[in-house]
């Protein structure tokens, strides 16, 4: 394709005009003297010509080929008016000899005539032979007047024979050249070097080209994250997108010469039906990408989470019932997306079989495999295929049975009968889904043995998932708009359900010793695995989804064959899947009345199996560095706590007991300790010696027999057993230590995740605070530490304004700005019998902990201990108080005093106004 056609072309640029203004000015001026105000005209055609652009995608927001091909429209009216400028009046040549021609061809994405507002532009000038004077003077005259117009040019300068041997030896050089397209120039010469590359670099090397691409699609996708379903995608480079459909077409166009994607459906590679999906999810992309570059004006590929809501807002995605704007913007990008993966399967197992049916030749020609029958289906090369085209119309519950196999058997899915399951997906209705053996079957493959996640997201792709399970239907490519979900609902789901299958299989031991333990305990493994595909299936309906879910498993189990018993452990395990993570990360796990609160709901050692195992996949699912060994501590010492009550079935042992089993814990740990326990032990509250594990009370003892005679004494150091950096304060005590020493850790870049605050008899201050950097990683090197105590030193001592200093801290997640969310406060007086908890939410920032510690001192609070989590952009803080004379919080007034105070601390502007 030469010649871009668009509508109203003039209205983009007027050639003629542009060329008229150029040619008065050099009567008028000469072309020297009147380059100047030749860039001027140029400019000024190139920012016409953007703004009509720009008018037009306002106007046809999801015109993304229009767009796109007008861009590079404009571009090569810009190149042709140059170059003959340059060759008519800078340089002419009046006898030029046969090495004195020189042909413009557009390279990449430029030739294919497709080009965002900001895209590079990349031009092949070739000449017959090495570069005579005058083809250098014109093309460094050209690529002068390219750069004042502020286009960012790549560009090549080669001979034909040049060209051909850097295309042979280079992927990208031939790839580019592949998409070569004339615009300008000696036309003849353009044809020989089209010739010349199809005959001397392009024949015999297909097989070599497809290998080589694919690896070169396989290496992308890893460095983008290996999943099209990652929250902030990347439009051009990601799994997925525009340029996976590129490599569909430069394959195409390698190997059969087609030169239009439409030519691919002539050459058996896509059917008709699957080239208009191409188009479409084409024309979708360029529609997203060309308004990324308008936003940003600059050459942005990646949809940021800022970016979202403006693309979505311009491409007039309104608010649903359950579904944001944004959201509903982005689950059309990821079911794009997904096609895109349809696409490729079916295109490259098609062009598998092409290559596989020339035959073999000579001796081997009568060794070729044979193939077998299994229920009914072919089985030939690894693959099963429906032996006629109307095999699922006579039974649609085949539709679900072939995947059975073919999971069962280690088969692939031949592509002509994905092409059929597609194609006949929509002869699932009610009567199939309530079909016993469809069911049955269902259940095979979400339990399977073998590998369920990718047997799943086939059958996912296929589009019979969401068939049979209409209520999977609708998560179907569903996002979530936030900081914390890495994947789409679906994607996390069979995520989730592939991570069961290999602690079941015990391939996740190492990082998973709780669930590896308990798995193969549990009762139902039909259940666990039903719970853990509908625990997030009632998202984006509105309404807590946890209840929402409950009420789908009631209604789906049954359908799926679980009885009555497993049904009602389903049902609860969707409705609590939250409740086990909340209760780990947010409550204080030494106090006895959360783990009596817990078990209260849990009620059996079996569901408490389950619900660990659910929590840790759910988690673990979510996306990378969600799941650390903080967490997977939490979850195991929640789960051993409650399991020994249930199975004693009884509440803990008396207090002294229970303080005195601890002094006994520390001994065992190290002998050493008996004389710090004999001489020190009484000075510590009995609190303390239920809170705290005896490793660190073995430390947290001789930290404070050596720091007799200190005023301060801060110990930090790296703490394996919870993946954390700890450190311990000794100080004396008085008000507003905490909220110094959490501003002081914040400024050396650590996040706490846990502190716990103690007064001794002699009044003495120990605090040990958990420590990570801002990605969720301990401090270990020297240096850090040495820092780490530094600051808390200078924050004690009054050196530093903390406050400022937060607020002028860069925020660790700056595109955090892109969520609203909405401080809360929850002052609960039941959760504990000694304290009040505490628990805010509100948009995680440097500042937000100190302040919140800040208020809680303001408002004359003691913080026995403090529990930090962070989901994305949201923080959840929760603290264990009373007031100075050590009773809880009753009193209402106060208590709305308190709410008034960490709501305006927890609010963005007060942070500013504050250090104003």
């Known amino acids: 394709m030469s010649v871009i056609r668009i509508p109203s072309p003039r209205s983009v640029i007027d050639r003629r005009a542009l060329v008229e203004a150029i040619e008065a000015v050099v009567a008028r001026e000469s072309a020297a003297k009147g380059r100047k105000q030749i860039v001027d005209l140029l400019r000024a055609a190139l920012e016409d010509g953007r703004a009509e652009i720009a008018r037009r995608l306002v106007a046809k927001p999801s015109a993304g080929h229009e767009v796109a091909e007008a861009q590079a429209y404009l571009v090569d009216q810009l190149v042709r008016v140059i170059h003959d400028h340059v060759s008519t009046h800078v340089y002419p040549a009046m006898n030029r000899s046969t090495g004195e021609r020189l042909t413009i061809i557009a390279v990449g994405g430029y030739g294919r005539g497709e080009m965002a507002p900001h895209s590079d ?17 014109v093309i460094e005259a050209m690529l002068y007047f390219l750069w004042d117009l502020s286009l960012k040019i790549g560009h090549s300068s080669r ?34 070097v089209r010739a010349r590359f199809w005959k001397d ?8 080209f497809v290998v080589e691409k694919l690896a070169e699609r396989e290496e992308r996708h890893k460095r983008m994250g290996d999943s099209r379903y990652v929250v902030e995608p990347n439009v051009k480079e990601g799994k997925g997108g525009l ?80 579904k944001s704007a944004v959201e509903r913007f982005m689950q059309m990008f990821f ?43 072919k089985v030939f090369g690894g693959r099963i295929m429906a032996p006629s085209d109307n095999w699922f119309e006579a039974d649609p519950v085949r539709l679900i049975e072939i995947f059975v196999l073919a999971d069962r058997e280690g088969l692939e899915i031949h592509p002509e009968t994905m092409r059929l399951v597609s194609r006949d997906s929509a002869l699932i209705r009610e009567d199939v889904r309530r079909d016993p053996r469809a069911n049955e079957l269902f259940m095979e493959l979400l339990t399977s043995r073998n590998n369920p996640e990718t047997a799943l997201r086939s059958f996912n792709e296929a589009g019979v998932f969401g068939r049979f399970v209409t209520e999977f239907g609708r998560v179907n490519a ?38 590896h333990e308990i798995i193969h305990k549990v009762r139902s493994r039909r259940a666990l695995y039903t719970a853990v595909l509908l625990h997030d299936i009632a998202k984006g309906r509105g309404g807590d989804h946890s209840e929402l879910g409950a009420e789908i498993a009631l209604r789906l189990c049954p359908r799926f064959g679980l009885d009555e018993e497993e049904t009602e452990l389903v049902s609860w395990l969707v409705l609590q899947h939250l409740l086990l993570s909340a209760t780990a990360f947010k409550r204080d796990l030494s ?24 929590t840790i996949v759910d988690i673990r699912a979510v996306g990378p560095g969600t799941w650390n060994s903080w967490k997977r501590q939490l979850i195991s010492e929640l789960y051993g706590a409650a399991e020994e009550r249930l199975r004693l079935g009884h509440v803990e042992y008396g207090r002294e007991k229970r303080v005195a089993a601890k002094k006994k814990a520390v001994i065992a740990h190290d002998p050493g300790n008996e004389a710090l326990v004999e001489e020190l032990g009484g000075q510590f509250a009995d609190a303390y010696w239920i809170a705290e594990p005896d490793d660190v009370i073995g430390k947290n003892l001789a930290q404070f027999h050596a720091s007799r005679d200190e005023p301060l004494s801060i110990l930090s150091e790296y703490y394996p057993a919870r993946g954390a950096t700890l450190v311990t304060v000794i100080a004396s005590d008085h008000p507003g230590l905490f909220y110094r020493i959490a501003g002081g850790i914040h400024l050396a870049g650590g996040n706490i995740i846990d502190a716990r605050i103690h007064t001794t008899r002699t009044g003495r201050a120990v605090d040990n605070f958990l420590i990570q950097d801002p990605l969720g990683r301990p401090f270990r090197e020297e240096s850090q530490l040495a820092r780490l105590s530094a600051s808390i030193e200078n924050a004690l001592a009054n050196r530093i304004k903390i406050l400022p200093q937060l607020v002028a801290r860069p925020d660790a997640r700056p595109r955090a700005d892109a969520f609203e969310v909405r401080p809360r406060v929850l002052v609960d007086n039941k959760a504990s019998n000694r304290l009040t908890v505490v628990e805010v939410n509100a948009r995680d920032r440097p500042a937000l902990l100190n302040r919140l510690a800040h208020a809680l001192f303001e408002s004359k609070l003691m913080v ?32 709305k005093a308190l709410e008034r105070r960490l709501l305006e601390a927890a609010s963005e502007g007060s942070l500013t106004e504050a250090v104003a």
């Open 121 to 137: 532009v990349d031009i092949a000038f070739v000449t017959p032979i090495k570069q005579t004077a005058w083809c250098e003077q």
């Open 591 to 614: 106090d006895a009345k959360t783990i009596t609160d817990f078990v209260a709901v849990v009620q059996s050692v079996d569901r408490l199996r389950q619900l660990t195992i659910l």
């Open 243 to 322: 340029r996976d459909l590129h490599t569909l077409y430069w394959i195409g166009k390698y190997i059969h010469k087609v030169r239009d994607p439409s030519e691919l459906v002539d050459v058996g590679l896509l059917t008709q039906k699957e080239y208009r999906a191409f188009r479409r999810a084409e024309n979708f992309f360029w529609a997203v990408r060309c308004h990324l570059h308008t936003i940003t004006r600059r050459a942005e590929d990646r949809l940021t989470f800022d970016l979202q809501r403006e693309v979505a807002m311009r491409m007039n995605y309104a608010d649903r019932p359950g």
């Open 864 to 895: 026995h201990s403090a529990h930090i989590d962070t989901y994305g952009e949201r923080a959840a803080d929760t603290f264990y108080v009373t007031d100075l004379l050590g009773e809880k919080l009753t009193s209402a007034t106060r208590i």
């Open 335 to 377: 079911l794009q997306a997904k096609m895109v993966g349809t696409l490729t399967g079916v295109f490259l197992a098609q062009l598998d079989d092409q290559i596989a049916k020339k035959q073999p030749r000579g001796l081997l020609a009568g060794f070729r495999a044979r193939s077998r029958m299994v229920k009914g289906y």
């Open 478 to 515: 569903q996002m979530q708009f936030d900081m914390y979900h890495h994947y789409t609902v679906d994607e996390h789901t069979i995520r989730a359900i592939g991570l069961l299958a290999r602690i079941e299989k015990g391939e996740l031991k190492q990082d998973h010793p709780l669930s």
């Open 201 to 208: 670099v392009v024949a015999g090397t297909e097989r070599q």
């Open 159 to 192: 001979s034909v024979d040049d060209m051909v041997r850097m295309s042979r030896s280079d992927l990208t050089i031939r790839t580019a050249m592949l998409e070569g397209r004339y615009v300008w120039g000696d036309q003849h010469l353009y044809e020989d």
